[in-house]
């Protein structure tokens, strides 16, 4: 028990009770608490000891419990009983019930549970008796529950009477009650009239009629009696009812163990279920089979809760105003547990047999053993066990406290035989006495033609529950050669050749429209893998078809050969003419087919910008450069500016998939550094690192990313095809844009901002119009970033700096001072003890 055991509690108290000078003798520890004098504890001692008892969550019962397991005498407890009663006396708490004593218990076990436990820290023995019944306790409060409680903790459910409802025709009636009288006919008339405190109704021109006590059917005979006093055609001509309408409310005292005793309001309608349920229902001491009800001092019905649950009978009688309603504590109580459907603690009468009890149960479970029924009862102060014959079970009696549990059935089978693998219908079927393994193939409609006839295999049981497994000759046990029997819990497997084999297939890549893996067909032909494949594509190269072959390990005579390589030709319509090839496939075949040296896709560009013709251009030719595009754009516009020109080209990097992992929440990132960016990107994050879309692939992943490329168009345009003149790639997008009027000032500078260029402005001018240099500023290091994506630094010599011309359209860029750490004394002090050492060996060598 893994939890701040009652004997540090007592041991804590010990050492409390040791410091206080007051104390009459020393308190004993908890090994010696059955010595404790009673009488020598001051009533502080005694206060002290309840109040650290109470904060651990145990109750005052199981302080008895401890003292009597300790050996303490039955005189000197009923002492301690008396003491603590009278330090209680005056305080008004009332004593702590078991549940929520062992509530509190469970509570602070789990507290203590996630506290650091101290070295010195006592637990309690297993073997101290206290600790069994602790642990009894704790299991009764956990295990079942009162069998019909649920009804009334439950809130969502409600027992009011209904009103919209016929009239009972043994209703009484009493004062406060509504009569409706209809008069119709040859005479109209409608009477509504309600019983006065004396039980009487008055008819205009009749006078009083004393309907109280009378059921409906009576009043109504003597009220219409009454009335053909004044109407006379009432039988001739006329006709009379009388029904009841407003109904008056009742009080009815509900008092003995019930939750919530007290006078509740009814409707006349009420039942003592009703009742009993506006109450709270009986507590955990009530009896839910002998509810008296009593009408004027005298026992009118006994109630039985079990009945109207169960069956829906049990004398659920219609309460009368000021009937007293008595729950009496229950007489015997019984629990039923294990394999039924409703297991419970049951009340149950005097004379109640077994049957009884499972029919409140609902019956076994489908899992229920019907051998024996285990029950516990008390004998002579002690608990007997007993195991009870279903056949004879009907005869038992049964006692307050039995505890009968219903065992559950073992899940071991007996008559069961299994089969399995490529047989017409596998699996268990009962195994007969005699039945031999032909017979069971038999049942299980035969092997199928894919059987591995060569061996089969039983696993067979033994007594002891350990399996042995035998082997068998299949073509023997079909021919009638061989005969074997079957025992109880045989599983006998077959296997299919195919299973025994590795899972043949072909691959084929390269240019054709569906490139993959396929299954592998005997007789499979290359033209017929491309066929599934889905035909040649465009590209693909005719006369140029390679198929891998891996070699046999077992006929391998050069070891350092891989693969055997066929290369042959295929016809492009893929018929069966006489040019088709006849190569036939084995499984594991590698095909490729060749893309065609002489097909290319068209490599297209784009000129955006201030040309006369922008748009979308396709390369001629391989190496075709900027200049010559540019002049079949028509050259550029009048507000071009030649100087910003940049060439935009989209570059791509592959990543292999086993650098790629996912992380806890599924996404993809990169195990090392990929490029110049960093470890682990995001999936998400790849939108922005690379700006374009990344293709996904079985193999690898590849990563498309459009980069600047610095061009100088104004020296392409004086020298074409000059060295300046770059060579395009497919992708490629040259951005001409107008001639720029502002420079963008950034970095270590007062004011980052925009500025309006301005040709006799130098760097620092500049920088002087975004406010400045700041104080962290690397003036040294400032660079100029041009339209065209070209940089130039800051030179210095000296103490002189040559700062880098100023174009409309650049980026001013000015970076910050590095940050440095201070020395510390420490290291000031180690640099003098180093000087000073250098400095003693110098003199030394000196002289």
Request: proline share 4%; with cysteine; net charge negative.
């Amino acid at each position: 028990m893994k939890t701040l055991s009652f004997s540090v509690l007592v041991l804590a108290l010990t050492f409390f009770l040791c410091e206080h000078r007051t104390f009459a003798q020393e308190t004993p520890s908890i090994q010696n608490i059955g010595s404790i004098e009673i009488d020598d504890l001051s009533d502080e001692q005694i206060q002290t000891f309840i109040a650290k008892v109470e904060a651990s969550g145990f109750t005052e019962d199981q302080l008895i419990l401890m003292a009597k397991s300790r050996g303490m005498s039955e005189f000197q407890i009923q002492k301690l009983k008396s003491r603590i009663l009278q330090v209680k006396g005056g305080s008004g708490k009332s004593e702590t019930n078991n549940q929520d004593a062992l509530t509190n218990l469970r509570k602070s076990k789990i507290e203590q549970e996630n506290d650091e436990k101290d070295e010195d820290e006592l637990t309690l023995d297993p073997n101290d008796p206290f600790y069994k019944l602790l642990q009894d306790s704790t299991e009764l409060e956990e295990g079942l529950q009162i069998f019909g409680m649920d009804f009334f903790e439950n809130s969502k459910l409600t027992f009011e009477p209904g009103l919209n409802m016929p009239t009972p025709k043994n209703y009484v009636i009493g004062p406060g009650d509504e009569m409706v009288i209809d008069i119709w006919g040859a005479s109209e008339q409608t009477y509504q009239l309600m019983a006065s405190p004396e039980g009487s109704i008055r008819i205009p021109n009749l006078g009083p009629i004393y309907v109280s006590g009378l059921t409906v059917e009576q009043a109504k005979t003597k009220v219409i009696s009454r009335l053909k006093r004044i109407y006379s055609s009432i039988g001739q001509g006329s006709f009379a009812d009388v029904t009841l309408g407003q109904i008056r409310s009742i009080n009815v005292h509900v008092i003995g163990s019930v939750k919530q005793p007290g006078t509740y309001t009814l409707s006349s309608f009420g039942t003592v279920f009703n009742a009993l349920y506006s109450a709270g229902g009986p507590t955990e001491d009530g009896s839910f089979r002998l509810i008296e009800v009593y009408r004027s001092q005298e026992l009118v019905s006994t109630f039985d809760a079990y009945k109207f649950l169960v069956e829906g009978t049990g004398q659920n009688i219609t309460l009368q105003d000021q009937d007293v309603i008595i729950i009496k504590p229950y007489q015997n109580r019984v629990i039923f547990d294990g394999e039924v459907k409703n297991p419970a603690i049951y009340e149950v009468l005097e004379g109640e047999t077994y049957e009884n009890l499972l029919s409140y149960s609902g019956g076994y479970t489908n899992l229920a053993y019907r051998g024996v029924i285990n029950l516990r009862r008390i004998e002579k102060n002690f608990k007997t066990v007993r195991s009870i014959d279903l056949d004879s079970i009907s005869y038992f009696k049964i006692q307050n406290g039995d505890e009968i549990f219903v065992s559950k059935i073992s899940n071991e089978y007996i008559n069961r035989v299994t089969i399995e693998g490529p047989l017409m219908n596998p699996g268990e079927y009962e195994l007969k006495e005699g039945m031999s393994l032909l017979d069971l193939i038999h049942k299980a409609d035969g092997l199928k033609g894919d059987a591995f006839l060569e061996r089969g295999v039983i696993i067979r049981q033994n007594k002891d529950f350990s399996l042995l497994s035998f082997a068998f000759d299949p073509k023997k046990v079909l021919n009638g050669e061989e005969s074997i029997a079957l025992q109880s819990n045989d599983i006998v497997k077959f296997q299919s050749i195919y299973d025994l084999k590795e899972d043949y297939h072909l691959v084929i890549e390269g240019e054709v429209q569906l490139p993959g893996k396929f299954s592998y067909t005997e007789g499979m032909t290359v033209e017929n893998l491309i066929y599934l494949a889905g035909g040649f594509k465009e590209s693909a190269s005719k006369s140029f078809v390679e198929v891998a072959r891996r070699i046999n390990p077992d006929s391998a005579k050069d070891f350092n050969n891989t693969a055997e390589i066929f290369n042959f030709g295929i016809s492009k319509s893929l018929g069966l003419s006489k040019d088709a090839s006849k190569f036939v496939l084995q499984p594991f075949d590698l095909v490729v087919v060749r893309r065609s040296p002489f097909f290319d896709d068209q490599e297209v560009i784009r000129i955006d910008g201030e040309v006369k013709y922008p748009g979308v251009y396709a390369l001629d030719q391989k190496d075709e450069k900027i200049s010559s595009v540019l002049n079949r754009s028509g050259g550029l516009t009048r507000f071009a500016y030649a100087k910003g020109a940049t060439l935009i080209r989209r570059t791509e990097f592959f990543v292999p998939r086993e650098d790629l992992i996912e992380d806890e929440n599924g996404t993809l990132v990169l195990k090392e550094t990929v490029g110049n960016d960093a470890a682990k990107i995001r999936r998400e994050d790849l939108t922005y690192l690379f700006k374009k879309d990344t293709i996904f692939s079985d193999s690898a992943h590849i990563f498309r990313q459009q980069e600047s490329i610095g061009i100088e168009l104004d020296k392409i345009l004086k020298d074409p095809g000059g060295k300046h003149d770059l060579i395009l790639r497919e992708g490629d997008i040259l951005s001409i844009p107008r001639e720029f009027q502002t420079v963008r000032v950034r970095g270590q500078v007062l004011y980052p901002s925009n500025v309006r260029h301005d040709s006799g402005y130098g760097f620092k001018k500049f920088i002087a119009s975004a406010g400045g240099f700041d104080q962290d500023a690397k003036k040294s290091k400032s660079y100029v970033v041009y339209a065209n994506g070209l940089s130039a630094q800051t030179k210095s010599f000296l103490f002189f700096r040559s700062y880098p011309k100023v174009e409309p359209g650049a980026e001013i860029v000015v970076p910050r001072k590095p940050e440095r750490t201070p020395m510390t004394a420490q290291a000031w002090v180690a640099i003098g003890s180093s000087v000073a050492t250098l400095a003693l060996v110098i003199d030394r060598l000196v002289n």
